[in-house]
């Protein structure tokens, strides 16, 4: 074997039919980190003839590109290199002549993969990158096919691919370059019957969550946040993006805040397909899925990472790589979940929430590998740049905030850019902030009895008087943490 080989990384090439994709990713602590993406507009869909015959040109283009991959692939084990092909080399009828030059060109074998099979395994890379309790509707609306599953924990239920993708609706419905009604509505009624076949299982089935694993819908949510809406999809927002992008003449001259130029040609058709998915099933609301195709090779290619418990899994990591008390933040975790408890009835608290918590419990002290003194800083930067497998973006962006504000003075509009997710996070951080005070000692001390109470938004914290007389440096940060709540616009009582 090659001394040179690397035998802790690997690598996942998906010749899609819009756009070819590596991932190369390397174990570390337990988890994966991505260290390298590589993505080339390819559009090979746009290649087949009414034949079903690849063009020549088509076919270069696609060469080229593997070329560059290629270079790549050199230093990792032959054996932790998958190379996947989808919709389009499905359904080529000369695909063989882009495949045999393909694999002599990388000097790896290019598996094309049935749509079932292709949907199976996008769900698997949402299931090990998101935690999602109960069933899930995923969607992912590719070059030339569109996968929708609904699976539980990491077995999917329902699993289809459709003929339909922003590539192929491009050429069909959008080949003027005209953003008109006409043009949408053609789109959007031929995905309704492509769509349609499936309706009644899976409605009949049902989801307590939607994510979509597309370019199209972190698209869509990109313009969302540029124009200061959260990042949940609904279709309301989607026809109001459908209505702006109707605005401009044609898709040249399409210029929405947040859309970029390398999604601006086939946006508008992946637009309609999930318009289409979203009238015909009744989808409520959507989110962005931590993973897909490539996530999914990879995660089976290592059967020691398909652990259960993907948000442990990634607190683990984190506390090994970034050398954190794991026992401080069980303390932390602990005393916040203890106050928790007690609040939960009037909060309405959901095992999402307290897991989040937890997390940031956990995870409060991972900034001071930096150094102490602005390490609550440097902690919520070192999680905001940092995958987290487990939690969606919009939870990953909480647990950096509580993270950021867990100690210290904290701004009255720290969570505004939250949206909709304001109001857990101020609740949230309160505990946390209190969580941390209790356990400053970071010895197992036996607590006196804590009761914490809310009444008109304002929490009143009961202790032992004795206890805290006995205890003066610990009233006196108390008293300070009431200070640093009054200066947010909040108010915390600490009763003896």
Aim: aromatic share 6%.
């Amino acid at each position: 074997m090659n001394s040179s080989l690397q035998d802790d990384l690997y690598a996942v090439i998906d010749l899609g039919s819009n756009s070819f994709h590596m991932l190369i990713a390397k174990t570390v602590a337990g988890s994966l980190q991505t260290i390298g993406r590589v993505k080339r507009k390819v559009r090979l869909a746009a290649g087949l003839n009414e034949q079903m015959q690849l063009s020549p040109r088509a076919m270069q283009r696609g060469w080229e590109c593997l070329a560059l991959f290629a270079e790549r692939l050199q230093d990792i084990p032959p054996h932790q290199v998958k190379i996947v092909a989808t919709a389009t080399l499905r359904l080529a009828k000369n695909a063989d002549v882009f495949r045999e030059r393909a694999e002599q060109i990388l000097g790896h074998p290019v598996h094309v993969i049935s749509g079932e099979e292709e949907a199976k395994t996008i769900y698997k890379g949402v299931a090990h990158t998101s935690a999602c309790s109960g069933k899930q509707l995923v969607i992912d609306i590719g070059g030339a096919s569109t996968e929708i599953v609904i699976g539980e924990g990491h077995q999917a239920i329902h699993y289809t691919s459709l003929h339909m993708g922003c590539v192929t609706y491009l050429e069909s419905f959008f080949k003027d370059g005209l953003l008109s009604e006409a043009n949408y509505t053609q789109a959007i009624n031929a995905a309704k019957q492509t769509i349609a076949p499936i309706v009644a299982q899976y409605t009949q089935t049902g989801w307590e969550y939607a994510a979509g694993a597309s370019g199209t819908v972190q698209a869509i949510q990109e313009i969302m946040v540029a124009q200061r809406q959260d990042e949940t999809l609904t279709l309301d927002k989607l026809l109001d993006i459908k209505s702006l992008t109707t605005q401009y003449a044609s898709i040249d001259d399409l210029q929405l805040p947040g859309l970029s130029e390398e999604r601006r040609l086939v946006f508008v058709s992946g637009l309609a397909i999930l318009i289409a998915i979203f009238e015909s099933l009744d989808v409520k609301s959507m989110g962005l899925a931590g993973g897909a195709l490539r996530e999914g090779v990879l995660y089976t290619m290592i059967p020691e990472l398909q652990r259960k418990d993907i948000r442990q899994r990634t607190i683990e990591s984190f506390i090994a790589r970034y050398h954190i008390d794991s026992r401080q933040g069980e303390r932390v975790a602990c005393i916040a979940n203890l106050l928790l408890s007690q609040l939960a009835p009037q909060w309405h608290v959901s095992d999402t929430d307290s897991a989040l918590l937890k997390c940031a419990a956990m995870l409060h002290e991972v900034g001071l590998l930096i150094e102490y003194k602005k390490y609550p800083k440097h902690g919520a930067y070192i999680l905001k740049n940092t995958d987290m497998p487990g939690f969606t973006r919009q939870q990953h962006k909480l647990i950096a905030q509580l993270v950021h504000y867990h100690k210290g003075d904290i701004s009255a509009g720290a969570f505004d850019s939250l949206g909709a997710h304001q109001q857990l996070a101020t609740r949230l951080v309160k505990i946390l902030r209190l969580a941390v005070t209790l356990s400053m000692r970071r010895q197992n001390d036996v607590l006196p009895e804590l009761d914490i109470k809310e009444t008109n938004g304002e929490l009143t914290l009961n202790i032992d008087k004795q206890w805290l007389e006995a205890h003066p440096l610990m009233f006196n940060e108390l008293e300070q943490e009431s200070i640093y709540h009054r200066n947010a616009g909040w108010k915390l009582t600490i009763c003896k």
